[in-house]
């Protein structure tokens, strides 16, 4: 039993907010313009439980790689020569913030990615069926209907007499459905309402918008933003919706929109910057870009997504780019 003058950590392991906390202190340390005061607080601000050093030392160990140093350095010094400044053996002030500022995003994300489970605890407490990262799995629906979840997606189910409903909490699935004239079958997601009868379609959750392709039949898809905006899809057609409103009807390949069912991904002359955002869905952590000139270079090509580790070797050795790995859960490419 702890003493009454040692702290006792009331904080779970992997608390969100004491990593903020952290990552706020060790830029300010790191900072030359830090004042003893500055370290004064730090060391109140730690000794308060060992969840608070804890969760600094986790970070302070990302902090130090020795890889992400170099890679920092080797981008800064790049950076630079283009920019057409001096570039120093032992740095500038302008080159040093540079390589700081880099430090802070790369701990930034490893936050992110350590923390991907307490923002998850919503949707998990909500849904019916589920996948973790990198995981695909069909399921049959009380209709003898089936869903092909993709890669860290999930749902919520709504069967009655009147209707069949499925909420796509986030991220992607596909949906094979048995007709039946008399229940509608919907599927609802962030912005969209998609209703078939007997159909094939994907409907995709991202950042700027719903998506939905038709694979086979037809379907009507409704902005649940704008109740009067509807557009009739049929196979071999998508469309994405964004600002409110859905966007215009557009021509897919079908074969490739569905890839992913057969776990690939393919790509027809796409910037690596965007191959790189789709691998990232199937990454248990994430991916950084840290070469802008690489992310503009057009690629095309056939990958497998139950081997993002060995897609980025490959890229690593089709591209002038480099690795540096924190954590088992960030892999930066430089």
């Known amino acids: 039993m702890p003493s009454p003058s040692q702290p006792q950590d009331q904080s779970p392991p992997d608390d969100p907010a004491l990593r903020e906390e952290a990552i706020g202190w060790l830029a300010r340390l790191s900072d030359r313009e830090a004042t003893a005061e500055d370290r004064r607080s730090f060391e109140i601000w730690r000794a308060q439980s060992p969840g608070h050093a804890r969760a600094y030392q986790r970070l302070a160990q990302i902090w130090d790689n020795a890889d992400l140093n170099r890679a920092a350095l080797l981008v800064a010094h790049t950076e630079r020569s283009r920019a057409g400044g001096p570039v120093s053996s032992h740095g500038s002030a302008v080159e040093d913030r540079w390589v700081r500022t880099k430090w802070a995003t790369a701990v930034s994300i490893v936050l992110l990615a350590l923390g991907t489970v307490y923002v998850d605890l919503p949707t998990r407490l909500q ?102 905006s509807t557009e009739r899809l049929t196979a071999g057609h998508m469309v994405e919706h964004a600002g409110g409103r859905l966007g215009t009807v557009q021509r897919i390949d079908v074969s490739t929109a569905s890839a992913w069912r057969q776990g690939l991904l393919i790509v027809d002359d796409v910037p690596l910057a965007s191959l790189i955002e789709e691998l990232r869905r199937y990454y248990p952590g994430t991916i950084v870009l840290w070469n802008r000139e690489m992310a503009n270079r057009h690629v095309t090509g056939t990958y497998k997504l139950d081997e993002p580790s060995n897609v980025l070797y490959h890229l690593t050795k089709t591209f002038p780019l480099r690795t540096a790995t924190l954590a088992d859960r960030v892999v930066i490419l430089f």
């Open 127 to 228: 849904a019916d069926q589920q996948t973790a990262v990198g995981e695909r799995r069909t399921v049959r629906l009380p209709d003898q209907s089936t869903v092909t979840l993709n890669t860290h997606s999930a749902i919520a189910l709504s069967f009655d007499g009147a209707a069949r409903t499925v909420r796509l909490l986030k991220g992607e699935a596909f949906f094979h459905v048995q007709p039946d004239s008399t229940r509608p079958f919907l599927v609802e997601s962030a912005e969209t309402s998609t209703r078939a009868v007997g159909t094939e379609f994907v409907v995709r959750q991202q950042d700027r918008g719903d998506r939905v392709t038709v694979i086979e039949g037809t379907v009507d898809v409704s902005s649940l933003r704008n109740g009067a």
